[in-house]
Nanobody, 133 residues
Framework: EVQLQASGGGLVQAGGSLRLSCTAS????????IGWFRQAPGKEREGVAI????????GYSDSVLGRFTISSVNAKNTVYLDMNSLKSEDTAVYYC??????????????????????????WGEGTLVTVSS
């Protein structure tokens, strides 16, 4: 059974920090990029950060660049999202997801971007982050 378990959310004051964890099981972790996404009330889901399990390359949305850091410990099938200098606009439910680093159509290796995470990829339950101002 595929599982992606996100944890670490909570209530924090603006300017504070939180670490989110995403632990995966039931699939070959090394073959997937892991992404963090978030959805605030009344807003569309947006990509936050991505890490490649193959080469460790990372990517960030402009809204979190310089404040958030994504990291992966492949031996633990776990990805972390360290969030610093939190703002009220970071309040959202945060989800982790896994998308294959091989294009499902062409079978070619690819650099996974936010748009490559599809609804039929692996998604976990969210963890709520609330930043009070």
């Amino acid at each position: 059974e595929v599982q992606l378990q996100a944890s670490g959310g909570g209530l924090v004051q603006a300017g504070g920090s939180l670490r989110l964890s995403c632990t995966a099981s039931g699939f070959t972790f090394d073959d997937y990029a892991i992404g963090w996404f978030r959805q605030a009330p009344g807003k569309e889901r947006e990509g936050v950060a991505i890490v490649s399990s193959t080469d460790g390359n990372t990517g960030y949305s402009d809204s979190v660049l310089g404040r958030f850091t994504i990291s992966s410990v492949n031996a633990k099938n776990t990805v972390y999202l360290d969030m610093n200098s939190l703002k009220s606009e970071d309040t959202a439910v945060y989800y982790c997801a896994a998308a294959p680093e091989t294009d499902p159509v062409t079978a070619q290796a690819r650099e996974v971007r936010f748009r490559d995470f599809k609804d039929n990829d692996y998604w976990g339950e969210g963890t709520l982050v609330t930043v009070s101002s």
